[in-house]
């Protein structure tokens, strides 16, 4: 049998190179700047020599200079590396040409890029088309392509694993409406929807409906048979469930992979007593807070034992990590180096060229999504210019190319707990609005990533049972800023009595703002004075002394939470001592019509909910059927006293307006698609785990909280057999003290 697969892999070899002459040929045909031949003309026999000498040279270029490229490269920018694939590509076959014996090929060096190109993806095409027959060459192409593979080979158990895969920013409601939508058939296949078959946009049917080359029709992803017709019982369940106040990436997954996200507010917050501001994707503050869930729970993480981390912000532990931004900064070690899972992706020529395309054809795809919702006064609508377009390319197209490619060497090598974050929903929904058609393309560029996952899980060694969740969802509305003229930071300053830009007071809520910062210091400004007089005191909006003797508020945007801190005051502020120092403040932010509510410290109750008209209901006495959280839904009461709990809580939580109508929140940042807060479909995430597995929440019940997803992630871990994550040394003694 073995000489039979080095004859199948020497023929396919063959066939591919035969093909990749053929395309040179064509394409010396059809470019002018591209030459087989000598000036003064060459035979036919000649010319075929050329090109498959040309064709030879650049197909072991490829397999050999390209891997050692891409790892020089990694240090490079993500960004600037999926632009550099064609030019690397096409210098490759420049010298391919140089090195040519017969001495007769030439190309112009931008024709070069076009050439190479063309010839990789063709030559990759090829190559899968000759071995989709082949069960253990895909196999073992897959693999290839996917990963660098484990050091260590130990025998793979026969129990299942678990493949996680985070749909970023997908909140249940979005979900649901897509698969009725026909947006995800493989999604609605797992539920057995009506429109489980009905393919999206008129594209092909979901992956898996015809007979799989291997497994005999079963499909070991969910443990069951994967029919694609009506009436097929559901493989799959779904269910709501709620995040913290703190809707977004940071918490929730810190939650998930680590058991704690405790003393995390918000997306980024100030911290006193470190005089530092903390933003939850910056590298330095991944580290920090990692560590710090480490040593509250008492272990690695959800990962700890044979696991894999893929585009996420924490490793959860996992000895195999790629794109994870807590180990960004390690740069010494190779293997745990964060943009190490580039290499395993790039250092295929064919898989460049293939996302680069896609890369380039995404970017030119933004610039005239948005050119046509300016042109066509589309509202509410946020500026997409300047680099958006390629943070967008990257996010949809490479970083989705990249950690679902190691995701299918993760499971193709066995691995026991793998969670793979895929950002495209999320960063797009921002931008776009979470319910529009540009993110409607990116949840049906997903469901065919999903499907691809369940094809390969039947080519695994060992069964895999695939659960799909979110982290947070995203709440429609336009900006604070669009709707009243000025920024939260803005409305800050002038409650404060600060200085605030021009335009800013200019608007009816920098104007209130004034009036109450005067009426509280009881120094009305005279009205002749206040309409003609242009110097200092009136651009201020405050008389010439007072609040501004303090130190200046920084104020942060998360989603549509906002957090107001006085670095100045080394503890955090009780609602006596920011009434003392600015009197207007709190009831200048409490009755603008674009807060909900706001949360401060109280000498007397420990902590209050400040809403319109004078509301004010210490923590004790707080729920979700009345006072100004009424609106928020379940669980808003309880997640705002576990917020007041942590240490680095800020002075004031701001959360702004919700409308349950519409369901639509006032983002504090520029985004039309936001989470953070409180309000609407950001705080209901999902969870579609297989049937096989334990419902998540007894009675039906939504689990409450990323903590509880964790320990049910962990259950299920549990009931596949998986590994029991040891206590760290010395935790054991401590607890059992």
Known sequence: MRWRRIASQIGRSVAVWAVSTVTMLLLAGLLPDFQLQSADGDSTTRIAVTAACGAGAFGVLSAVVWPLLVRLLLLVPALVLGLLVFFLNGSLLLLALRINPSGRGAAAPETAVIVAAVMSAVASATGAALAVRDDEAYRRRLHRLATRGRRAHPPCPTTPGLVCVQLDGVGHDV????????????????????????PAGGGAPPAGDGASPV????????????????????????????????????????????????DVPAFRWYEKDRGEVMVCNRPTSAV??????????????????????????????????????????????PANRSRAGYFAYFS?????????????????????????????????????GGLYPFVRAFATVVERDVVVAAVLGDMLAGRTAVYADLVAYDEVAHHSGPHSRDAEKVLQRLDRSLALLERVAEHAPRPYRIVVLSDHGQSPGETFRARYGLTLGDLVRAGCGLHVPRRAERTRSGAEAR?????????PVPEREDRHRPGPARRAGRPPAGP???????VLASGNLGLVSFPDVPHRMTKEEIDARHPALLTTLANHPGIGFLLVRSEEHGGVVLGAYGAEIPLAELDDESGPLARFGPGAADAVRRTHSFPHTADIMVNSAYDP????????????GSHGGLGGAQSRPFLLSPRELSAPAEDGAEPAGAEHVHHVLRRWLGELDGPQVPLAPGVEEERAA
């Open 288 to 333: 920090e807070l990692q560590r710090r869930a480490v040593l509250r729970t008492g272990d690695g993480g959800l990962l700890s034992v044979d696991g894999a981390s893929r585009g996420n912000l924490f490793s959860g532990g996992a000895g195999e990590q790629a794109l994870v931004l807590s180990i960004a900064t390690r740069r010494r070690s």
């Open 661 to 672: 109508a519409d369901g639509e929140v006032l983002a504090f940042e520029e985004q039309i």
């Open 215 to 262: 497994g005999g029709g079963t499909s070991p992803a969910h443990g069951g048979t994967s029919p694609a017709g009506g009436g097929a019982a559901p493989t799959h369940r779904l269910t709501p469930w709620r995040t913290d106040w703190s809707s977004q990436t940071g918490a929730s997954q810190l939650g998930i992979l680590h058991g704690s996200n405790f």
């Open 548 to 554: 501004a003797s303090h130190g200046e508020p920084i």
């Open 515 to 523: 009036a109450a910062v005067r009426a509280a210091l009881r120094r």
């Open 175 to 198: 979900l649901t409406d897509a698969v009725r939508k026909g947006l995800m058939p493989t999604v609605a296949r797992w539920l057995a929807t009506a429109d489980a078959t009905r």
């Open 348 to 384: 295929d020529p064919a898989n460049a060229v293939r996302t680069a395309l896609s890369f380039v054809a995404e970017a030119a795809r933004e610039i005239g999504q948005s050119t046509r919702a300016r042109l066509r006064g589309q509202r509410p609508r946020v500026g997409r």
